[in-house]
T-cell receptor, first 112, second 115 residues
Framework: EDKVVQSPLSLVVHEGDTVTLNCSYE??????LLWYKQEKKAPTFLFML????IEKKSGRLSSILDKKELFSILNITATQTGDSAVYLC????????????FGQGTELSVKP | ETGVTQTPRHLVMGMTNKKSLKCEQH?????MYWYKQSAKKPLELMFV???????ENNSVPSRFSPECPNSSHLFLHLHTLQPEDSALYLC??????????????FGPGTRLLVL
């Protein structure tokens, strides 16, 4: 059975800290790994990764994929209270366009 | 604002009621999705539509009935639901089902409570 596992499930840090969120997967016909940020309700897209070892970066957030070891990490540097959210990892498939399987999410809380 | 709207935002219904959830996307996308998010569980894909045709039905009970009259609108008709169906129902859209299918834009969701 295909699965996506995120760790930790929850995390509390203080402003300015750096955090690393983990996502591992066991999926047949892997095509891509995606990170979303969910505040309140609607998940918003952060990154899509398809190639190993190529870092994607957006401001203080960065992510990288290891297709050999079947995992990805999401790094957030100099965290701010606005980074508090649930971070979701999802995997997409070849030949099943649009189908995503999600992990259970990591709930990040950034304290002032 | 992601360009995907959902109504209502909150819904309380009894097990014998019939109600509908509505989703509208203003992004010119061709694919739309329904997801269920229960507490402490991963998002579960329910249905996928591409150009108004259903292409995925993820073993969803028949008490959930989707409808896609055009590429901008998606409905989820609900009838004789169970309390365990209480969850956040999220709608999403993507440009299409090719390589762009994974980049999905989500609506704010409908929080459903079944009594």
């Amino acid at each position: 059975e295909d699965k996506v596992v995120q760790s930790p499930l929850s995390l509390v840090v203080h402003e300015g800290d750096t955090v690393t969120l983990n996502c591992s997967y066991e999926v047949t016909n892997f095509r891509s790994l995606l990170w979303y940020k969910q505040e309140k309700k609607a998940p918003t897209f952060l990154f899509m990764l398809t190639s190993s070892g190529i870092e994607k970066k957006s401001g203080r957030l960065s992510s990288i994929l290891d297709k050999k070891e079947l995992f990805s990490i999401l790094n957030i540097t100099a965290t701010q209270t606005g980074d508090s959210a649930v971070y979701l990892c999802a995997v997409g498939y070849y030949n099943q366009g649009g189908k995503l399987i999600f992990g259970q999410g990591t709930e990040l809380s950034v304290k002032p | 604002e992601t360009g995907v709207t959902q109504t209502p935002r909150h819904l309380v219904m009894g097990m014998t009621n019939k109600k509908s959830l509505k989703c509208e996307q203003h992004l010119g996308h061709n694919a739309m999705y329904w997801y269920k998010q229960s507490a402490k569980k991963p998002l579960e894909l329910m249905f996928v539509y591409s150009l108004e045709e259903r292409v995925e039905n993820n073993s969803v009970p028949s008490r959930f009935s989707p409808e896609c009259p055009n590429s901008s609108h998606l409905f989820l008709h609900l009838h004789t639901l169970q309390p365990e169906d209480s969850a956040l129902y999220l709608c999403a859209s993507s440009q299409d089902l090719s390589r762009n299918g994974e980049t999905q834009y989500f609506g704010p969701g409908t929080r459903l409570l079944v009594l």
